[in-house]
């Protein structure tokens, strides 16, 4: 029962982390009450007690920072200060400044045209963009956690100047972290070859821009991909091999070996110094939370306490959520938290005999290791599975021999190379043979588990619910008797399973013809639900600011958490990137069945995105039909699908906007509308052949250009669906548009304000 204090901590903090509903804390409440009435009154109190704090965590909820009053886009005049140096993203660099008009920004320029460092007073003309994160619930846009933390403008410009420095102590650590980081980025040149020296630089500092895509996604796809990131296991490693080096040192002085200050010293030398460590990674959560542990460790050893590990877990976690409630929404701090958890937790297995014999005794350590690894691995995996929508089925093994071969024998030796090249380049030309070895056996590690037949599943992506309650069962688990574990699981699973069937009633067509326009910004990605089940997707979106490409970061992961499998239709209104920039990723990461496009790409040899998912869709076997074989009308249960232009055949010369693939569904009284991005020209040559409907898509986003009278008229919609970006760099949709649909009374539901929008159409002709 001693670690019942730190398991409540851990669960509020990972209520608190991930975004549910009330349901969830009711569904964790209810499995505590099962828990009292199967388990021994103790730990049923003790299982009761942790399920009460995560259910207070996840009532507590994350705050939903929004604007407002949406502010536009525009160029300024800007000072500030840099609270961090610049760093490289690509080709550019992104800088993190305070100022006192803005607050907290993001500052992106061409590299070497903002070279400022922690406590510089920068001066530029920017253009300003708000921080408006993509809304698609049950998802959440990694945006968000951007507004949490203060960070609610993207700024970028050409060129800035440093003005002045203001720069404090911790300016003063920070700059001085950087140019240790760029000396050790130099040695490790010096000494690896290129290859090598960027391996290196990802295992040491989480730096993947040196490795190529595919060696990143297949870390990521074999469950390595938490050895390219700074974790608590790095500091970790930095604070044992320092203080083996400072005890050892301070052994071979007479006296303060004979007053045993050796292993005093070995906790404290290296804390500041794994401190240093940690700025010059970047001050990821997980590194500093690490930090933190060591020195509350080395603390309350010199005080001569003997402190218990999940205590320290608990204290490290609820002072940083204290100190930024923000840092209970991130990732890296939430998977070191939980895998930490799962770690050191202590288990009822019985104690371990004394074991003299070498073989015996590596048997009995690979044992244990094993179990380590299986602990983590199940712990972290609702986690991983709620942010990527994969588990890696491999990930058990191979880190098995990656994890050790990384922390324990690549980092270090990767670490030493450094230290040593700096003094002499000569004498650390045998440590880097060594380095480059190991360090080409852990990389070659990820792409030969890639090759395994299922290394890595692709799971229905959870809930934040559904992972909650999965994570907080799989570390208390292993913390109560295997009679106990039973009873858990069991309320574990209802709760779960409640959750999953709450998803699919919320998401479900139910008989009804379901019309959703997903939040993608400036594009298009509408979601038609058949009655009987089946679903068709309408253009993908695409990035056009350089931002995430929205078929990868929305629309596959909102299908596979809205357990849409499988689409019997994707169809391409028109190729411009708005519309088919996404398309690859669906292809990619959806079943499809069928493609439908105007053909006007094939017709004009166009490259880029479009032969991108037409390649994509080939490859997987899809039945690619063009406009000449889908004009007309076509039965799909109780829907009919007519395609009504470009019909009867495609014109390559007309521009694409008119040349778009437009869809009509009717459902007995009930009909929709989707006219892609068609202008007057197009609506006027559709008018002959229009009636009526009740939903709506505003053409073209609802330019001045489209949504013409006479087109309205001819539909009269009894409610319509624009899909613009937040703000739209167009002004879309345009407050000519916007007036001719008020002057008709027709609701405009808009994913700029509301984000994503749905609308369910019945048979009778009603919707809701």
């Given at each position: 029962?001693?670690?019942?204090?730190?398991?409540?901590?851990?669960?509020?903090?990972?209520?608190?982390?991930?975004?549910?509903?009330?349901?969830?804390?009711?569904?964790?409440?209810?499995?505590?009450?099962?828990?009292?009435?199967?388990?021994?009154?103790?730990?049923?109190?003790?299982?009761?007690?942790?399920?009460?704090?995560?259910?207070?965590?996840?009532?507590?909820?994350?705050?939903?920072?929004?604007?407002?009053?949406?502010?536009?886009?525009?160029?300024?005049?800007?000072?500030?200060?840099?609270?961090?140096?610049?760093?490289?993203?690509?080709?550019?660099?992104?800088?993190?400044?305070?100022?006192?008009?803005?607050?907290?920004?993001?500052?992106?320029?061409?590299?070497?045209?903002?070279?400022?460092?922690?406590?510089?007073?920068?001066?530029?003309?920017?253009?300003?963009?708000?921080?408006?994160?993509?809304?698609?619930?049950?998802?959440?846009?990694?945006?968000?956690?951007?507004?949490?933390?203060?960070?609610?403008?993207?700024?970028?410009?050409?060129?800035?100047?440093?003005?002045?420095?203001?720069?404090?102590?911790?300016?003063?650590?920070?700059?001085?972290?950087?140019?240790?980081?760029?000396?050790?980025?130099?040695?490790?040149?010096?000494?690896?070859?290129?290859?090598?020296?960027?391996?290196?630089?990802?295992?040491?500092?989480?730096?993947?821009?040196?490795?190529?895509?595919?060696?990143?996604?297949?870390?990521?796809?074999?469950?390595?991909?938490?050895?390219?990131?700074?974790?608590?296991?790095?500091?970790?490693?930095?604070?044992?091999?320092?203080?083996?080096?400072?005890?050892?040192?301070?052994?071979?002085?007479?006296?303060?070996?004979?007053?045993?200050?050796?292993?005093?010293?070995?906790?404290?030398?290296?804390?500041?110094?794994?401190?240093?460590?940690?700025?010059?990674?970047?001050?990821?959560?997980?590194?500093?939370?690490?930090?933190?542990?060591?020195?509350?460790?080395?603390?309350?050893?010199?005080?001569?306490?003997?402190?218990?590990?999940?205590?320290?877990?608990?204290?490290?976690?609820?002072?940083?959520?204290?100190?930024?409630?923000?840092?209970?929404?991130?990732?890296?701090?939430?998977?070191?938290?939980?895998?930490?958890?799962?770690?050191?937790?202590?288990?009822?297995?019985?104690?371990?005999?004394?074991?003299?014999?070498?073989?015996?005794?590596?048997?009995?350590?690979?044992?244990?290791?094993?179990?380590?690894?299986?602990?983590?691995?199940?712990?972290?995996?609702?986690?991983?599975?709620?942010?990527?929508?994969?588990?890696?089925?491999?990930?058990?093994?191979?880190?098995?021999?990656?994890?050790?071969?990384?922390?324990?024998?690549?980092?270090?030796?990767?670490?030493?190379?450094?230290?040593?090249?700096?003094?002499?380049?000569?004498?650390?030309?045998?440590?880097?043979?060594?380095?480059?070895?190991?360090?080409?056996?852990?990389?070659?590690?990820?792409?030969?588990?890639?090759?395994?037949?299922?290394?890595?599943?692709?799971?229905?992506?959870?809930?934040?619910?559904?992972?909650?309650?999965?994570?907080?069962?799989?570390?208390?688990?292993?913390?109560v008797s295997w009679r106990a574990r039973a009873a858990l699981g069991t309320a574990a699973a209802v709760a779960i399973a409640a959750l999953e069937l709450l998803l699919r009633h919320t998401h479900g067509a139910h008989g009804a013809l379901r019309v959703t326009a997903l939040?993608?910004?400036?594009?298009?990605?509408?979601?038609?639900?058949?009655?009987?089940?089946?679903?068709?997707?309408?253009?993908?979106?695409?990035?056009?600011?350089?931002?995430?490409?929205?078929?990868?970061?929305?629309?596959?992961?909102?299908?596979?958490?809205?357990?849409?499998?499988?689409?019997?239709?994707?169809?391409?209104?028109?190729?411009?990137?708005?519309?088919?920039?996404?398309?690859?990723?669906?292809?990619?990461?959806?079943?499809?069945?069928?493609?439908?496009?105007?053909?006007?790409?094939?017709?004009?040899?166009?490259?880029?995105?479009?032969?991108?998912?037409?390649?994509?869709?080939?490859?997987?076997?899809?039945?690619?039909?063009?406009?000449?074989?889908?004009?007309?009308?076509?039965?799909?249960?109780?829907?009919?699908?007519?395609?009504?232009?470009?019909?009867?055949?495609?014109?390559?010369?007309?521009?694409?906007?008119?040349?778009?693939?437009?869809?009509?569904?009717?459902?007995?009284?009930?009909?929709?509308?989707?006219?892609?991005?068609?202008?007057?020209?197009?609506?006027?040559?559709?008018?002959?052949?229009?009636?009526?409907?009740?939903?709506?898509?505003?053409?073209?986003?609802?330019?001045?250009?489209?949504?013409?009278?006479?087109?309205?008229?001819?539909?009269?919609?009894?409610?319509?669906?624009?899909?613009?970006?937040?703000?739209?760099?167009?002004?879309h949709p345009h407050p000519v548009v916007v007036e001719r649909f008020a002057r008709r009374r027709i609701p405009l539901l808009r994913t700029d304000r509301a984000g994503q929008v749905a609308v369910s159409l019945r048979v009778d002709g009603s919707f809701e």
């Amino acid at each position: 029962m001693r670690w019942i204090v730190a398991a409540v901590v851990v669960a509020w903090a990972l209520g608190t982390g991930l975004r549910a509903s009330p349901i969830v804390a009711l569904a964790v409440l209810g499995g505590a009450l099962a828990g009292l009435c199967l388990l021994g009154r103790r730990r049923a109190v003790a299982l009761a007690v942790v399920a009460a704090a995560l259910g207070a965590g996840v009532l507590r909820g994350p705050t939903e920072p929004w604007w407002t009053a949406l502010p536009r886009p525009g160029a300024l005049p800007f000072d500030g200060r840099v609270v961090r140096g610049c760093d490289v993203y690509g080709d550019f660099l992104r800088c993190v400044i305070a100022s006192d008009a803005l607050g907290t920004v993001s500052l992106r320029a061409p590299i070497g045209r903002c070279e400022a460092a922690p406590g510089d007073l920068v001066r530029a003309i920017v253009s300003a963009r708000p921080v408006v994160p993509w809304r698609n619930p049950p998802l959440e846009d990694p945006a968000m956690q951007s507004l949490r933390r203060g960070v609610a403008w993207r700024l970028e410009t050409a060129q800035c100047v440093v003005t002045g420095r203001d720069a404090g102590a911790m300016d003063l650590l920070r700059r001085g972290a950087r140019v240790a980081r760029r000396a050790v980025d130099a040695a490790l040149r010096r000494s690896l070859s290129p290859a090598g020296a960027a391996q290196a630089g990802a295992l040491l500092f989480g730096d993947e821009r040196g490795l190529d895509d595919a060696t990143v996604e297949a870390f990521r796809e074999t469950g390595l991909a938490h050895l390219l990131a700074v974790s608590g296991a790095h500091v970790a490693v930095v604070l044992r091999g320092l203080g083996a080096v400072v005890c050892w040192l301070c052994n071979r002085v007479r006296w303060m070996a004979a007053r045993g200050l050796g292993w005093r010293w070995a906790r404290v030398v290296p804390i500041p110094l794994a401190g240093f460590f940690v700025l010059m990674t970047g001050e990821s959560p997980a590194s500093v939370r690490a930090l933190l542990s060591g020195a509350a460790v080395a603390l309350l050893s010199l005080c001569g306490r003997h402190p218990r590990a999940l205590d320290v877990l608990a204290l490290t976690v609820l002072v940083m959520a204290l100190r930024e409630p923000a840092m209970t929404h991130d990732l890296g701090l939430q998977l070191s938290a939980v895998a930490t958890a799962a770690l050191v937790a202590p288990t009822d297995r019985v104690a371990a005999v004394k074991i003299t014999q070498w073989g015996k005794r590596l048997w009995a350590w690979a044992l244990e290791a094993l179990r380590a690894t299986v602990r983590v691995g199940l712990a972290v995996m609702p986690l991983l599975a709620l942010r990527f929508g994969r588990a890696p089925a491999l990930a058990t093994l191979v880190n098995l021999v990656a994890a050790p071969l990384a922390e324990l024998i690549a980092l270090p030796l990767a670490l030493a190379t450094a230290a040593l090249a700096m003094l002499s380049p000569t004498l650390a030309v045998p440590l880097a043979w060594v380095t480059g070895h190991a360090l080409r056996m852990l990389f070659a590690l990820a792409p030969w588990a890639q090759r395994v037949p299922w290394a890595s599943a692709v799971w229905p992506t959870p809930t934040p619910g559904q992972a909650a309650i999965a994570t907080a069962a799989l570390v208390v688990g292993w913390v109560v008797s295997w009679r106990a574990r039973a009873a858990l699981g069991t309320a574990a699973a209802v709760a779960i399973a409640a959750l999953e069937l709450l998803l699919r009633h919320t998401h479900g067509a139910h008989g009804a013809l379901r019309v959703t326009a997903l939040d993608v910004g400036q594009g298009d990605a509408i979601v038609v639900d058949l009655p009987d089940g089946r679903t068709i997707l309408v253009d993908a979106g695409g990035a056009l600011h350089g931002e995430a490409d929205p078929g990868a970061s929305v629309v596959v992961p909102w299908l596979r958490a809205t357990r849409r499998t499988e689409l019997a239709v994707v169809a391409l209104t028109h190729p411009h990137p708005d519309h088919g920039g996404g398309l690859r990723a669906v292809f990619e990461g959806v079943a499809v069945k069928e493609f439908w496009e105007t053909g006007q790409g094939e017709a004009l040899g166009m490259g880029g995105f479009y032969r991108a998912a037409a390649t994509a869709a080939a490859g997987r076997g899809v039945i690619h039909r063009t406009a000449a074989e889908l004009c007309g009308a076509r039965a799909m249960g109780a829907v009919t699908v007519t395609v009504l232009a470009p019909c009867p055949t495609m014109n390559p010369t007309v521009p694409p906007n008119d040349a778009s693939l437009v869809l009509r569904f009717d459902f007995g009284r009930a009909s929709v509308l989707l006219p892609g991005d068609l202008e007057a020209a197009g609506e006027r040559g559709l008018l002959a052949r229009l009636s009526p409907v009740t939903v709506l898509k505003v053409g073209h986003h609802g330019s001045r250009t489209s949504s013409t009278e006479a087109f309205l008229d001819a539909l009269r919609p009894r409610v319509a669906l624009v899909s613009s970006g937040h703000p739209s760099p167009f002004n879309h949709p345009h407050p000519v548009v916007v007036e001719r649909f008020a002057r008709r009374r027709i609701p405009l539901l808009r994913t700029d304000r509301a984000g994503q929008v749905a609308v369910s159409l019945r048979v009778d002709g009603s919707f809701e």
